[in-house]
């Protein structure tokens, strides 16, 4: 099973950018749908964005609409997450995921998380 690892998170004011990395082990990287899901405190896990196996299908929550871009590099076994224009309603500890074969955007469909990685937009 894939073993998933994500960075690049932080302390960033409203409408500054950050950009999240998803490492990944193992050689069946391209096996997998990705997820990027959050979960500020008190809430349920929610839906970020999903990226296809091959990385040309991507769906997004409407609260991230264009202002997140989900990406991959399975020649890296990375996936990534470039976030701008944030808000503090951004804030949560964001979560990688990946499920087998198909996009879901719902978590109980996914296979494998990372530990996540804290995101804190001031105001």
């Known amino acids: 099973q894939v073993q998933l690892v994500e960075s690049g998170g932080g302390l960033v004011q409203a409408g500054g950018s950050l950009r999240l990395s998803c490492a990944a082990s193992?050689?069946?990287?391209?096996?997998?749908?990705m997820g990027w899901f959050r979960q500020a405190p008190g809430k349920e896990r929610d839906f970020v964005a999903t990226?296809?196996?091959?990385?040309?299908?991507?769906t997004y929550a409407d609260s991230v609409k264009g202002r997140f871009t989900i990406s991959r590099d399975n020649a890296k076994n990375t996936v990534n997450l470039q976030m701008n224009s944030l808000k503090p309603e951004d804030t949560a500890v964001y979560y990688c995921a990946a499920r087998l074969w198909v996009v879901s955007s719902y978590s109980g469909d996914y296979d494998a998380w990372g530990q996540g990685t804290q995101v804190t937009v001031s105001s």
């Open positions: 990226i296809s196996r091959s990385g040309d299908s991507t």
């Open positions: 193992g050689r069946t990287f391209s096996r997998y749908a």
